[in-house]
């Protein structure tokens, strides 16, 4: 059962599959995690529960990832958001970072997390844990 002490990570991505995989990970890790499948849904949950990080898939139908970046940060710019996707570009990553993303991984996010992967020199999953757990006891 979730403790409310625990770090709150919202996940948006219209895959099922990737919620089922990140929630996995994330619950191992001692998190409390909110999924949804719908950008709509998961900006309300935001606004709701105020989580301490927020994952965004870039691609999604009604609002995209991007778009929602935008509308987390001016909700409250203390949220980390991570954005990822399986069609990563530099220019995706960059224009992520202008508008205030934490972290816009240059991997596939599903194989990342799945193998517990190094990307840029920490494992994500162990980097996105640590920094809830650090947010909170704040």
């Given at each position: 059962m979730p403790d409310a002490r625990q770090p709150?990570?919202?996940v948006v991505d219209d895959e099922q599959g990737t919620l089922d995989l990140l929630t996995d990970v994330f619950t191992d890790m001692d998190l409390r995690v909110l999924t949804t499948t719908d950008p709509e849904v998961g900006?309300?949950?935001i606004r709701q529960k105020r989580p301490q990080i927020v994952f965004l898939d870039l691609n999604m139908p009604k609002i995209g990832g991007m778009q929602l970046l935008e509308m987390v940060v001016n909700f409250d710019s203390a949220i980390e958001v991570f954005l990822f996707t399986g069609d990563y570009s530099t220019s995706s990553a960059v224009e992520a970072i202008q508008k205030g993303a934490a972290d816009f991984p240059d991997c596939s996010?599903?194989?990342s997390f799945r193998n517990r992967e190094r990307v840029g020199g920490a494992g994500l999953a162990s980097d996105v844990a640590g920094r809830a757990w650090s947010v909170r006891s704040l």
């Open positions: 709150l990570v919202v900006l309300d949950l996010c599903r194989r």
